[in-house]
């Protein structure tokens, strides 16, 4: 079986720099995420140094930073799948891809060889030699041999190299889309609950204990309060000065009514009268 040299050897060179690369992307990739998982779960941690007296806020830092160092751990786990499998992946591979270039060279070396030792052969028939059972003969038949069990598992490695090339970096793409969505996803799940905590806090609440903590009278409040219920009192008061007037100003009207009609009657009596 005589394979292409040239073709093969490109080929394996080729899938050499390419995993190569893909290799250094994927440590590259996960030094740096594995690096700021360590710095941003240190960040979170020093929110639990804060210092506060009030319980309700000294349980919402306490959450936030539990809550953010779990979402951080959560994608370093996936972050870490690239060190335990897709980089040792690469690296088979690029052992594979090795050694068959390797092999390459034994074909085409032992190819050569061949060649050669037939053009011997053919010079030795040319003076009458009978070469048939020669060595040369037998070293011939014995290279043809390797060079056709190292054709088959040369070409059988070429044809992994495309099935491996295609579901490998179809499997790498797919892990590390894979990891950032479970990260965004996760987020919106623990981040949402904790929003939610975060926004329910009372800030009045609050403050009246932070208050009580520093000793701070709540005199401020106490006079607002009086003041209000003062401002009350005066609209009742003037509400019922209106009705006072009101009431004074009709009897007014009624007590000049009833004089001009009495008024009236007597001079019509008089007018009779006359």
Do not use: C
């Amino acid at each position: 079986m005589d394979i292409p040299v040239p073709k093969f050897q490109a080929k394996t060179e080729t899938e050499i720099k390419n995993y190569n690369v893909i290799k250094t992307v994927l440590s590259k990739l996960y030094e740096a995420e594995n690096d700021l998982f360590k710095k941003r779960s240190d960040a979170f941690e020093e929110i639990n140094n804060i210092t506060e007296d009030i319980e309700g806020l000294k349980n919402i830092y306490t959450n936030f930073s539990n809550e953010m160092k779990k979402l951080e751990k959560s994608k370093n786990d996936q972050v870490l799948k690239i060190k335990t499998k897709l980089i040792p992946t690469t690296e088979d591979y690029i052992s594979q891809a090795k050694k068959t270039k390797q092999e390459i060279g034994n074909y085409k070396n032992i190819k050569s060889k061949t060649q050669d030792q037939e053009e011997e052969m053919q010079k030795l028939k040319s003076k009458g030699q009978d070469v048939k059972n020669s060595q040369i003969s037998w070293n011939i038949s014995q290279n043809k041999s390797t060079m056709l069990d190292l054709g088959k598992n040369i070409e059988d490695r070429i044809m992994k190299y495309e099935f491996d090339r295609i579901s490998n970096n179809k499997l790498i793409m797919l892990h590390l889309i894979n990891y950032e969505m479970a990260y965004h996803a996760n987020s919106i799940e623990k981040l949402t609950d904790l929003f939610k905590l975060i926004k329910a806090t009372n800030l009045k609440q609050s403050l009246k204990k932070s208050n009580i903590s520093l000793g701070i009278s709540q005199k401020g409040d106490e006079e607002e309060e009086e003041s209000e219920n003062s401002g009350d009192d005066n609209d009742g008061d003037e509400e019922d000065e209106g009705k006072k007037l009101k009431k004074s100003s009709k009897s007014k009207s009624l007590r000049k009514s009833n004089n001009k009609s009495k008024k009236e009657e007597s001079d019509s009596e008089n007018e009779i009268d006359d």
